[in-house]
């Protein structure tokens, strides 16, 4: 076949199509890397063969797609399998119908950011925009073939009546194939490096395909899983839409991912076995950015992944109540986890202000931040806001110094470094100076948005492939709240818990985010049950003290969740109930959208 090799460059292991490979029963009661739910009996299929049969009849096909599928590959395999049921095909590329590569790049210089290696602005148009409306006009079927299938990235912008087939990569997975070369940006001549790769993707080819993937999701009559080339799984759309409804009022996990990174630590990898040992390090797990996340389902041991947004594209007020008139089909809340077990501080940074991250990035809310910590060493620190006394421009003269000759920063002369333990929450709306201090995992509860981080200073260390990571001193002073300073910081950016209910066996202890925060962070202390309200607000959880807890949804749902997995109930689920089984203590945390009347104005455009 033309897969190319390799196709993916990345130490982590390929989520396997069967359940039985992934290794879990042998860790029962750890924390799950490939949480699945039920789609039902008989309703995924596996292998080209069989997709070849349920297709070999349709006469006309459309199958779609999200950028990074290695197209060239799949069209062979498919139709090797189609073949051997003698259908005679006849193959149209929806890519001759693209724009040159120099209009396309046209296009989209606008939202490149230029030479910033890290920032563009987000894409205002949609995928129909990278081709040319007369060449997809002169995509017709062969009226003396059997089968008809115009396929790629935007085939149903071909306008056939025609089957419709999608086929899905994670996120993940196409960065690997970036990394790896086997995979080119939409329309681009050649395959990228990985950086502007993953920066043109997040900008621009992401949105337009979500844009596009949202106009075609409730008439996908099949979804293909494509992140195995060999190893297809796929399913009919109607069963994915009943599966995702099934979730929609309930709950549900998303597969979780997990990176090295310069600062990472050895907590992730010393406490989940299952993680691919051969990395120096994981700094990141990816629990909840579902931007970046998939849903996995299983089926009589098959499994099956499809991208986050599917869910939202349901119908966004199930997922996350009376917020969704805010926030539309984006999902507010993200949890993610940074790891410095023995390993380093990470950068000093903040994150922009509301009307900047709109301004320079087309985002419609920033990056407002909190540091949950799961877990410390007796020196754990988190680097806080300013000491009274800071002087910007003495702060500014010591960065550029440290840039211009690299020499180090005595940070502590600048920012505050608080003592880090368990169960402590540190605030970080916009505009703050942060970074989490070595020995400590980081439990990060924050709006979604997750690469708007402004580094002012990386301790003078390189990225893994040993270059400088790029800093944003400017932008991170054009954001940069001086006033947070002195005994401020911790009177208003380290919450204090309060017990604000309770009952026989529980206590609800309210840990209060920032006014600026649209967001807000319970935490459930039981070794009974206690039983909760949506309250019309979608509940993100994750066990944060105990081996386990049994969630029983009103709907008659029933999982079981293991230390530090992160879990999310639906605001369509209703009432929910929390059980410790064997009677232990346990805490859960809860993060939740505050009442629309609690947001400072201008938080959410």
């Not at 089926?299 to 119908?315: A, I, N, Q």
């Not at 492939?465 to 911790?490: C, Q, T």
Request: glycine share 8%.
């Amino acid at each position: 076949m033309t897969l190319p090799n390799p196709w993916r460059k990345t130490t982590q292991t390929l989520m396997p199509a069967r359940v039985a490979e992934t290794g879990q029963q042998a860790v029962a009661g750890q924390y799950n890397i490939y949480p699945s739910a039920s789609l039902g009996s008989g309703q995924i299929e596996a292998g080209f063969a069989a997709l070849a049969q349920q297709l070999a009849g349709a006469g006309q096909v459309m199958i779609d797609g999200y950028p990074g599928v290695i197209w060239a590959d799949f069209r062979e395999r498919l139709d090797a399998a189609l073949q051997v049921h003698g259908v005679r095909t006849h193959w149209v590329d929806v890519a001759t119908a693209l724009k040159p590569s120099a209009a396309i790049d046209a296009l989209i210089a606008p939202y490149l950011g230029g030479d910033d290696p890290i920032f563009g602005f987000r894409f205002a148009g949609e995928l129909a925009d990278f081709f040319e409306p007369a060449a997809l006009q002169t995509l017709r079927p062969d009226p003396n073939a059997a089968l008809n299938i115009v396929y790629g990235c935007g085939a149903a912008l071909s306008g056939w009546q025609a089957t419709l087939v999608y086929v899905d990569v994670p996120k993940n997975e196409i960065q690997f194939r970036q990394r790896a070369g086997s995979v080119s940006c939409l329309g681009a001549a050649q395959p990228l490096d990985p950086k502007p790769a993953y920066k043109r993707s997040y900008f621009v080819d992401w949105v337009a395909a979500n844009r596009h993937k949202l106009a075609l999701h409730s008439h996908i009559d099949w979804i293909v899983d494509g992140q195995r080339p060999d190893a297809i799984t796929f399913a009919r759309g109607d069963a994915l839409r009943r599966g995702l409804d099934r979730l929609a009022h309930s709950f549900f996990r998303v597969r979780p991912w997990f990176e090295p990174g310069p600062w990472g630590g050895q907590w992730l990898r010393q406490h989940m076995p299952q993680l691919a040992q051969a990395v120096p390090n994981y700094a990141w797990s990816f629990e909840l950015i579902v931007p970046e996340n998939g849903l996995v389902f299983a089926s009589e041991g098959l499994l099956f992944e499809v991208s986050f947004d599917f869910l939202m594209h349901r119908d966004p007020h199930d997922i996350i109540g009376e917020s969704a008139s805010a926030f539309g089909y984006e999902f507010p809340i993200r949890f993610d986890f940074l790891d410095t077990f023995d390993g380093g501080n990470l950068s000093v940074q903040c994150h922009p202000r509301p009307d900047y991250i709109r301004r320079h990035f087309g985002e419609v809310y920033t990056q407002d931040e909190t540091y949950y910590i799961l877990e410390a060493g007796p020196d754990a620190r988190c680097f806080l806001g300013f000491h009274e006394d800071i002087d910007p421009a003495v702060f500014r003269a010591a960065l550029d110094h440290s840039f211009q000759h690299a020499a180090p920063v005595d940070i502590d002369r600048f920012v505050q470094a608080h003592p880090a333990r368990k169960h402590d929450l540190f605030l970080i709306p916009n505009g703050t100076i942060h970074c989490s201090g070595t020995d400590a995992l980081v439990l990060e509860i924050s709006a979604t948005p997750y690469i708007f981080t402004f580094k002012m200073y990386d301790w003078m260390r390189l990225d893994l492939d040993g270059r400088s990571r790029p800093l944003n001193i400017d932008r991170a002073f054009e954001n940069l709240y001086f006033d947070r300073k002195g005994a401020r910081i911790a009177a208003e950016f380290i919450a204090e818990p309060r017990v604000i209910d309770s009952g026989p066996g529980w206590e609800l202890i309210h840990q209060p985010t920032h006014r600026n925060h649209f967001y807000d962070v319970h935490r459930y202390k039981f070794n009974a049950s206690v039983d909760v309200h949506t309250d019309d607000s979608c509940h993100v959880l994750s066990l944060v003290e105990g081996r386990t807890v049994l969630l029983e949804t009103a709907n008659g749902g029933r999982q079981r969740f293991h230390y530090a997995e992160t879990f999310v109930v639906p605001a369509a689920a209703g009432a929910y109930r929390l059980t410790s089984e064997d009677g232990t203590e346990l805490q859960v945390v809860k993060a939740f959208v505050k009442p629309r009347g609690q947001w400072v104005e201008g938080v959410v455009a």
